[in-house]
């Protein structure tokens, strides 16, 4: 039995898939138990999986038929053996000393979640998340706030950048046949969480590449459950943390604008424009909830008054200011 297990679902990703295991492998916490789940590739990397495995003696491989991300990782989460559990995406790479890291981040505070900063791989470019002081949290309202609305975004909702004991995972897994499983995922470890901490040393690296499932140029009904996420966090934020409210909105509003964002980068967007016309609709309804929130800057509330008005105005403001923050999602 190993100290750390790492899931890594594997989906046709050859010219990523040996640096992200080299990445693993190279790992200066060495009890870990390395676990490659082939999701039904098609190309080579079930292949890349098994040679792996043959020079590696830490890796497990399981081949399986495709079911998705959520459905890999709960094939990983159902065979590993560590006592503290990570995830890395398969097309993307980590600092050898990450694990290291975070687990002696988690040991040292005591905590059930440990999480580090990510770095995003662009096109000739590598942009860090904004910085965040180390902290660590006990309170559930303040955990729920520091992940939904830190102003991080993916960084804090997403699993990849963080190290679970095992206890926290044990009865939860990813809904299959959704997008965005790390958004419905996110407050289902946050309930099982005693003490949570974030380390302000970026130690992932998340590889933006345009094919990714998040970088599609057609529409797909995947875009809008990012909505649906949001949705169903607030309803029970707004039962069992009250106090919340404010921060699950938050993130609800910022699903608003990802959706049309998402949307609008479509190259068939002008299908589609009654999905856009239906997210409108949503922001138009909870006007002045979004006017109020504590956590939207005014430039944001600014974005949201363009996106209700004048659609057009909006993209072409963004296209001639894309680099400002005032119009970055």
């Given amino acids: 039995m190993s100290i750390i297990s790492i899931i890594v679902p594997v989906y046709n990703v050859e010219k990523y898939l040996p640096k992200c295991i080299e ?15 082939d999701d039904g590739s098609i190309d080579s990397s079930g292949y890349i999986c098994d040679e792996y495995s043959k020079k590696d003696s830490r890796i497990k491989v399981i081949h399986k038929e495709n079911g998705g991300l959520s459905d890999a990782r709960n094939a990983g989460l159902n065979v590993c053996s560590g006592k503290y559990i990570g995830f890395v995406d398969s097309d993307d790479y980590i600092e050898n000393d990450m694990y290291e890291m975070l687990y002696n981040f988690l040991k040292i505070h005591d905590l059930d979640v440990a999480m580090c900063e990510t770095y995003y791989i662009e096109i000739n470019c590598k942009r860090k998340c904004k910085y965040f002081a ?47 499983e790390d958004v419905f995922f996110s407050l289902k470890w946050i309930e099982k969480t005693r003490r949570f901490g974030r380390s302000s040393e970026g130690k992932y690296f998340y590889l933006q590449r345009e094919n990714s499932i998040n970088h599609q140029r057609k529409f797909y009904i995947g ?30 509003w910022w699903s608003y604008r990802f959706a ?30 979004i006017l109020s929130n504590k956590y939207l800057k005014n430039k944001e509330k600014f ?20 680099q400002l923050n005032l119009l970055k999602v």
């Fill in 134 to 180: 180390p902290k660590v949290l006990e309170r559930k309202n303040e955990i729920i706030e520091e992940i939904f609305a830190n102003k991080c975004g993916g960084s804090a909702i997403g699993v990849c950048n963080k190290l679970y004991k095992r206890k926290i995972l044990e009865d939860i897994r990813f809904d299959k046949n959704k997008f965005y």
């Fill in 223 to 252: 875009i809008l459950h990012i909505i649906d996420a949001y949705s169903e966090n607030l309803k029970t934020i707004k039962i069992k943390y009250p106090k919340c409210i404010e921060a699950g909105e938050y993130r609800l």
């Fill in 23 to 37: 990445s693993i492998i190279g790992q200066t916490f060495k009890d870990i138990e390395i676990i490659l789940i």
């Fill in 260 to 289: 049309i964002e998402r949307i609008l980068e479509c190259s068939d967007c002008s299908a589609h424009l009654d999905s856009i016309i239906e997210i409108q609709k949503k922001i138009r309804s909870n006007w002045v909830r």
């Fill in 303 to 322: 974005v949201f008054i363009l996106l209700i008005t004048n659609i057009n105005l909006y993209q072409m403001m963004k296209k001639v200011k894309g």
